[in-house]
T-cell receptor, first 117, second 110 residues
């Protein structure tokens, strides 16, 4: 089954305790992206990756890191989480423009709800 | 700052009616346009995309694009209670990025 898998789905942590949210896709997609969704603010892009070893900042990258060492995985790292990073996080993937498809045809993971106390 | 604007709603329509959802965008260089549906507590799901001016139909859904007016819409015919969700408009910008609107909440009353 084609899917984007995120873990953990739910996490409560404390300020400053490093955490990683994993994201894996099994569709051989080149493009992967992280979004956060907050009430009244909609979906905002954190980081994206057009291919292995290529990452770029989205609209709200502060406080986050990513890496793309393998095509299927795109982890999101919060080095020192703060309460303003409490949010619902989505990982998404798609075929890239070079495949004749738009990056906007996204498959989303189920989301990871993070609470930072 | 490139923007995508949607009426937040809620938009309430009776079952069987046509629901009309609208979206405007600021980047004239935008080339690709998407509609996602998000049920409460779930992840967004792509339901339509359109790349050329005009209409594109898929079942009960029709996407309409007018690049001159920088306007894209989604029509849902014969609306069902199961269509009740938040609909997100997303626009592929000229920079290669994807910008989402904040979504319109649709409620279909039985």
């Amino acid at each position: 089954e084609a899917q984007v898998t995120q873990n953990p789905r739910y996490l409560i942590t404390v300020t400053g305790k490093k955490l990683t949210v994993t994201c894996s896709q099994n569709m051989n997609h080149e493009y992967m992206s992280w979004y956060r969704q907050d009430p009244g603010l909609g979906l905002r892009q954190i980081y994206y990756s057009m291919n292995v070893e290529v990452t770029d900042k989205g609209d709200v990258p502060e406080g986050y890191k990513v890496s793309r060492k393998e095509k299927r995985n795109f982890p999101l790292i919060l080095e020192s989480p703060s309460p303003n990073q409490t949010s619902l996080y989505f990982c998404a993937s798609s075929l890239s423009r070079t495949s004749g498809r738009s990056i906007g045809e996204l498959f989303f993971g189920e989301g990871s709800r993070l609470t930072v106390l | 700052q490139k923007e995508v604007e949607q009426n937040s709603g809620p938009l309430s329509v009776p079952e069987g009616a046509i629901a009309s959802l609208n979206c405007t965008y600021s980047d004239r260089g935008s080339q690709s346009f998407f509609w996602y549906r998000q049920y409460s507590g779930k992840s967004p799901e792509l339901i339509m995309f359109i790349y050329s001016n005009g209409d594109k139909e898929d079942g009960r859904f029709t996407a309409q694009l007018n690049k001159a007016s920088q306007y894209v819409s989604l029509l849902i015919r014969d609306s069902q209670p199961s269509d009740s969700a938040t609909y997100l408009c997303a626009v592929g910008g000229s920079q290669g990025n994807l910008i989402f609107g904040k979504g319109t909440k649709l409620s279909v009353k039985p």
